[in-house]
């Protein structure tokens, strides 16, 4: 997965509405890609929660058990440039 800070969704978003329609989908995403229980162990020890984060490769996501690739964007994405370690950096 790559997430994003909600300030880059924001700005992805305003960029779509007032840019040239697309014809398409537009993919955007953050500029660094996590597993999801490394991106949770990440913030929560950045704010000091000692609860474990346990990984389950066969745990469902939505019904269904995605694959490595399943929750990154497409070749043509948009990246955003704001880093975890950046957002988490913020008051």
Do not use: C, I, K
């Not at 978003?13 to 537009?26: L, N, Y």
């Not at 913030?43 to 269904?64: E, N, W």
């Amino acid at each position: 997965m790559q997430p994003m800070a909600a300030a880059d969704v924001a700005a992805a978003v305003g960029r779509a509405a007032t840019g040239a329609p697309a014809g398409g989908v537009t993919e955007v995403a953050g500029p660094e890609v996590f597993g999801l229980d490394e991106w949770v162990r990440t913030v929560l020890t950045a704010r000091s929660d000692p609860r474990p984060v346990v990984t389950d490769p066969q745990a469902p996501y939505f019904g269904a058990v995605p694959g490595p690739e399943d929750l990154l964007p497409g070749p043509g994405a948009q990246l955003a440039e704001t880093t975890l370690a950046e957002w988490l950096a913020r008051p």
